[in-house]
């Protein structure tokens, strides 16, 4: 009808904050000349700390430097991949700038990841170097003959502690798993073994904008993990926009809370890049349970959080709360999914902080979403506004290339300089994914007539399990591997501590018996920690379409009606 709102129309400007610029006016800076800035600009500011024990930015700086001139006398060459497969500890930001600044590509893996998946994503990169943990040492040397890898680097936990607790460290690591032992292995080094021999490479390669910075895998319907090529441009205009998204935030001004793993895209933009970018001090938390979040939050008073939902709701309900002064966060992010009213409101009343919720994913660096911070509204169950300089749009579900009218439910489209260049190596899912410049998202949204946006369903059925992408095939194809299993289908459910976890159904074989325990025993070394299935519930036979296709939404309807019941 006339006069009615379109996407084009960009109503979502009017709810920006003040000072938040509809387009930003980009610096071409890359990642390593901005990590650069950062240390000529804050040298004697605390730039990490791990455990109590802090590295200025010029000794992050010396850092990076020797670690960059190691790789390099290791035979990595501009556009060479370099894995990295580590927690939040300092080693893993000082190799993250160092690949950067020879002009490698960073290939961040998941520490929980078993060996096939590790081993996809090692050899699918062709990573030559990987950058590891003592704990994984022995298993990744083990590993190594299969891959493209000739050189692995290892260092501990207790690295970097300060006194008294790197005296106390060895006595008591080994006993609580916190360190091991790392077998005798040709072209295996010792991290601060490889920082002490070399002398710092000052001078950064030439790197241009559009070329790939890191391949960042994600999960797929199909099962098959997708190296996501994001480049120096995405990474750089992704931080430079999260920055104006903020604008009462000043540089060298905050702590930052680093609890989302680096090694995901939503913790590597919002709590590393982000934090180096601005010149903050980034407070590392390896092990972001609650217990340990509240404890940094009690020593190191974080004044900026971004967090996940299950992160929030686990501070809220743990003992240690009542001794914690929360009043130090100024600031507090939430995405990857829905977080409750009732515990913004909680959260926001003890800490005084606002949390803002947002959107993204991996395929677009990942933020394209976010509400205001403040000045402008926010909406309890809204993922919010497109940020500066990105467009979203609500398409037919069908071939995505009709508008849907405002209010009325579609696939997210979103394009802007966030977005990533494509798939590594697959360029028929890349031309699904991208299409005219626009990203499909496959989250079925709608927008209201205010521009604010809400993500109403998940077109690829991925299950969010305590901030991790989960995907149903990956499960499903290890349960299809039991000999007793005819049929599986996994789902998820919700789940008061991770907000949800999987449910599978399965039909077994004639004449077979299993129990659930036995299933869920079998997935546990082919299943990283957080994909394990939580319950088993054996069927008959599952709902299909005419053409014999599990009917995985039928299966979730059912299950959330008969949990409505036993609540109700």
């Not at 455990?51 to 060479?80: E, I, N, P, W």
């Not at 929360?326 to 409750?340: E, K, Y």
Request: glycine share 8%.
């Amino acid at each position: 009808m006339a006069g009615a709102v379109t996407y084009q129309d960009k109503p979502w400007l009017k709810s920006y904050e003040a000072g938040v610029p509809e387009f930003v006016d980009y610096e071409t800076i890359v990642l390593p000349d901005i990590f650069n800035r950062t240390a000529a600009t804050f040298p004697d500011k605390k730039a990490l700390i791990f455990q109590g024990y802090a590295v200025t930015f010029r000794q992050l700086q010396d850092m990076v430097d020797r670690f960059a001139a190691c790789l390099a006398s290791f035979g990595v060459h501009k556009g060479d991949s370099v894995a990295i497969l580590l927690p939040n500890v300092i080693p893993c930001v000082v190799a993250y700038y160092a690949i950067l600044k020879i002009g490698g590509v960073v290939v961040m893996n998941n520490p929980l990841y078993t060996d096939p998946e590790l081993l996809h994503q090692f050899n699918d990169s062709r990573s030559k170097v990987l950058v590891t943990l003592d704990l994984l040492g022995n298993r990744m040397i083990n590993l190594r003959p299969k891959t493209s890898i000739k050189q692995i680097v290892y260092t501990s936990i207790g690295d970097y502690l300060p006194f008294p607790k790197n005296l106390l460290f060895p006595l008591v690591a080994k006993k609580k798993k916190l360190a091991a032992d790392v077998k005798s292995a040709p072209d295996v080094f010792r991290w601060k073994e490889c920082l002490a021999s070399h002398n710092p490479l000052v001078q950064n390669a030439s790197i241009a904008f559009d070329e790939v910075a890191m391949f960042q895998y994600t999960g797929g319907t199909t099962g098959v993990s997708k190296g996501v090529m994001l480049t120096h441009g995405n990474l750089s205009k992704q931080v430079q926009h999260i920055g104006a998204w903020f604008p009462k935030f000043d540089k060298g001004t905050q702590i930052m809370l680093g609890a989302l793993p680096f090694f995901h895209v939503f913790g590597l933009s919002t709590a590393m890049n982000l934090s180096i970018y601005m010149g903050w001090t980034d407070v590392l938390v390896p092990r972001p349970q609650p217990q340990q979040l509240l404890e940094a939050i009690r020593q190191f008073r974080p004044t900026f959080a971004p967090l996940v939902p299950t992160m929030y709701i686990g501070m809220l309900s743990h003992p240690d709360l009542a001794k914690t002064d929360m009043t130090c966060l100024n600031g507090c992010f939430s995405g990857s999914a829905p977080l409750p009213v009732e515990v913004i409101r909680e959260f926001e009343e003890r800490t005084g902080a606002v949390i803002v919720e947002g959107f993204g994913m991996t395929e677009t660096c990942p933020v394209t979403h976010i509400n205001p911070f403040a000045g402008g509204a926010r909406k309890v169950g809204s993922i919010g506004l497109p940020i500066s300089d990105t467009e979203a749009r609500v398409v037919d579900l069908e071939d995505g290339l009709k508008d849907m009218p405002v209010g009325e439910t579609g696939e997210l489209i979103v394009r802007g300089p966030q977005v990533m260049k494509g798939y590594w190596n697959m360029p028929d899912e890349t031309a699904k994914t991208l299409r005219d410049g626009w990203c499909f998202t496959g989250d079925i949204a709608k927008m209201d007539e205010e521009g604010y946006f809400y993500i109403v369903d998940r077109k690829k059925d991925m299950i969010i399990s305590g901030g991790y992408n989960v995907y149903p095939r990956d499960i499903d194809e290890v349960f299809f591997a039991h000999p007793k299993v005819q049929e599986a289908c996994s789902i998820g459910v919700p789940d008061a501590k991770r907000g949800e976890s999987v449910k599978v159904f399965v039909v077994l074989k004639e004449g077979e018996s299993a129990t659930a325990e036995e299933l869920i025993g079998f997935c546990k070394d082919k299943l990283a920690k957080y994909k394990l299935p939580t319950e088993v519930e054996f069927r008959k036979e599952l709902p299909k379409t005419n053409v014999g296709k599990v009917l995985r939404k039928q299966l979730r309807a059912e299950e959330l009606e008969k949990r409505k019941k036993v609540a109700g």
